[in-house]
């Protein structure tokens, strides 16, 4: 893939991806009515880089066109989505499913089946509508969902591996794991702590 | 209108000025082939103050109430497209006119027709789809386009007016206006140099 | 305290803030070592609003001037800065007392002594140099700083105890305060697992 | 030069740009006395790029070595200032020179003595001290500063030679040059007009 092959293949995607944050943001301030706080905490994205396109396509064992990019690959714009509380995951991706102009092509619910890891997030592939100069393209745009507890195991999970060997990041697996539980107890906890008080 | 009033009354007003920005940045990139530069040269909006809606309705000789905020006043959510041509201007604007999702329903040429005052603008009124909850509500939007030399003219004139007497402005307003006929012709000219380039 | 005098008053302080989060920004950048991760997961920064200025002054028994601001609000500036581990807290406060150009006036360490409300972050007060036209003032800012962790605890007691009463709050309390202990109790877990890899 | 090796050079020189932006920002609010417009229109910036520092080192004759980048390049990290009116610009300019944090270390003033191609900009190199761990470096940072027109100018300048052949600028040189002097007509006449309502 050149760099300009690479440059024409994202932009569409680019613009699915501020198309769907736009519409996250709308939904963020109309989920709930006023009396409660919004669902969602903050919203981060990426593209894809040119070496991880190359990269994941590599290790699938197809070749590093733009084609197969388009065919293989479901995460090349990527919107991650932290929220306060679980049940503001389900609510939002309810709402979702209830508009007419998204479709909902994939999901992998992570919080109710984590990962051997202990991962946990809800992540679904969306097709997303682009008005392009004379037609209309539906691209798709992988989103996360987590809590910021989550988010918080996440990333120092990721940190932690961070250029480590297998045999080193295997000493701390547990100990990831047993944290990743923690987590767990501590979302469904808070959880209950918000329901109690709405139940007031 | 209280201050609560006022943040539920603007709230779709935002969603539709960020849906737009979205519209307009995909534009951008695909308005034209990959040979040529961009049409526009940024982006600035804003969202119509409580204390400017009210004079505006007062001046209107409206009461300040929510409703007549909708009905009467079309400016509510602003955006300044600032093009580096003027033929990306109307370019940009027969482009929103073949999305269907997008309605014109009002359009002043003060380019074609300059202002007294020397001011030159394209003024476009869109109504604009914005996904609540439940339904899908059209939003008015005005979208302000001009090139980067008729933007510095409008801010300079702006500077030199704010906070000035009617009888001080008087004494430079022809000044002004021959400065606004200056920027006239240097857009023109420019324009030309371009065409005399793309024709090579 | 007019809007006019507000605005006034709050220049310097955003210009000292501006220039604190530069120099976090450069220490996230440099303080460690280029094998591992920088210390600084993400900054977020506030001016206090006119109405929490008039407030506050109000509770201390003070009259809302403009002196009266200067001379006994610290937080008038506020940055709130999330780490990823309990350790790269200490190592950026250690840091910033190491930098000529700032004085650290005040520091409260509720991470080795949390509130009662299980409440843990680390306070400081800064003095920060800003250059105006002809001559240099030193304003306050108020840092705080904590883990993920603690700040998603923080986020989610601030969300619960959102528009609620005393006796509402009360019956969650204890509740709450568990979650805090969870909370110290994972990040010290952390901490350990981010050791142990260190001195493989 | 590597990648690895671009990364960390440029690492203190963006961090003296958002050191240099930020005292930007603080003259502008304090330059002038409340009654008057502040002098800085906007303020884009840009590091440059690894191809276009090892571009410019071979159109020098020094291999692309970091040490060469440090010695020869001035303009790794560059600002561009866009300024309201001509004397905003010489006033900021020497409020930079009264900074004893700062040093001017060039200066050339391409608004008195505009480039044959009509290219009109002040642009200064400056040294700019950076706190890092344990030291303080002192970084250079280009400065350019114009009017909005001498910006429209230099844009439509860079637009019309995009991609284009001696040949095909050699056509159309004269009109851009006449252009240039249109502008600087502009410039001066908006002054003129600022200066008359100044004095009334």
Same mark, same amino acid.
């Given at each position: 893939?050149?760099?300009e092959?690479?440059?024409d293949?994202i932009?569409? *995607?680019? %613009?699915?991806?501020?198309?769907?944050?736009?519409?996250?943001d709308?939904?963020?301030?109309n989920? *709930?009515?006023?009396?409660?706080?919004?669902?969602?905490?903050?919203?981060? *994205?990426?593209?894809? %880089?040119?070496r991880?396109?190359e990269k994941?396509? /590599?290790?699938?064992?197809?070749s590093?066109?733009?084609q197969?990019?388009k065919d293989?690959l479901?995460?090349?714009?990527?919107i991650?989505?932290?929220?306060?509380?679980?049940d503001?995951i389900?609510n939002? #991706?309810?709402?979702?499913?209830?508009?007419?102009?998204?479709i #909902?092509?994939?999901?992998?619910?992570y919080?109710?089946?984590?990962k051997?890891?202990?991962?946990?997030?809800? &992540?679904?592939?969306l /097709?997303?509508p682009v008005?392009?100069?004379? /037609?209309?393209?539906w691209?798709?745009?992988?989103?996360?969902?987590?809590?910021?507890a989550?988010?918080?195991?996440?990333n120092?999970? &990721? /940190?932690l591996?961070y250029?480590?060997?297998?045999?080193?990041?295997?000493?701390?697996?547990e100990?990831?794991?047993?944290?990743?539980?923690?987590?767990?107890?501590?979302d469904l906890?808070?959880?209950?702590?918000?329901?109690?008080?709405? %139940?007031m």
């Amino acid at each position: 893939m050149t760099n300009e092959q690479y440059h024409d293949l994202i932009q569409p *995607y680019e %613009s699915a991806g501020q198309m769907m944050r736009t519409r996250l943001d709308t939904l963020n301030k109309n989920l *709930y009515c006023k009396t409660t706080v919004s669902p969602i905490h903050n919203i981060l *994205y990426r593209t894809k %880089s040119k070496r991880s396109i190359e990269k994941k396509l /590599e290790k699938m064992g197809h070749s590093d066109s733009v084609q197969n990019a388009k065919d293989y690959l479901k995460d090349i714009e990527g919107i991650r989505v932290i929220c306060y509380f679980i049940d503001d995951i389900y609510n939002l #991706v309810n709402a979702l499913r209830r508009q007419s102009e998204l479709i #909902v092509i994939k999901e992998k619910d992570y919080i109710k089946n984590p990962k051997k890891s202990g991962y946990q997030s809800l &992540h679904l592939i969306l /097709e997303v509508p682009v008005t392009l100069q004379e /037609e209309t393209q539906w691209m798709k745009v992988e989103l996360q969902l987590r809590t910021a507890a989550m988010d918080y195991w996440a990333n120092l999970d &990721h /940190e932690l591996r961070y250029k480590k060997t297998e045999k080193e990041i295997g000493e701390v697996d547990e100990a990831l794991r047993q944290c990743a539980d923690v987590i767990r107890t501590l979302d469904l906890r808070m959880l209950e702590i918000r329901k109690k008080i709405a %139940s007031m």
